[in-house]
């Protein structure tokens, strides 16, 4: 029993991580896109360059409202990233 709920949890931390990295990479390819740079992005969102940095890498977790903001800098809605 002990053995499943492990694997269960190594699943769950691995959808997760996935998760943030297709998350940081669909901004950083939005970012390129509209040629702005971390900081330039970063500036509009609140946020400081290095957080958007982990973000975009997938290394940081965030909440859904600094999505929105990153999503509203990015003139997108929340669901498009």
């Excluded at 992005?41 to 609140?46: D, P, T, V």
């Excluded at 975009?56 to 509203?72: F, M, P, V, W, Y």
């Amino acid at each position: 029993n002990n053995i499943m709920k492990k694997e269960i949890i190594r699943l769950t931390v691995k959808v997760s991580v996935n998760d943030r990295k297709r998350i940081g990479l669909r901004i950083k390819n939005l970012r390129k896109e509209q040629g702005l740079t971390q900081f330039q992005l970063a500036e509009k969102a609140g946020l400081k360059c290095g957080n958007l940095s982990r973000i975009e890498k997938g290394k940081h977790s965030t909440g859904q409202d600094i999505l929105s903001n990153i999503a509203t800098a990015l003139g997108k809605r929340l669901d498009f990233i």
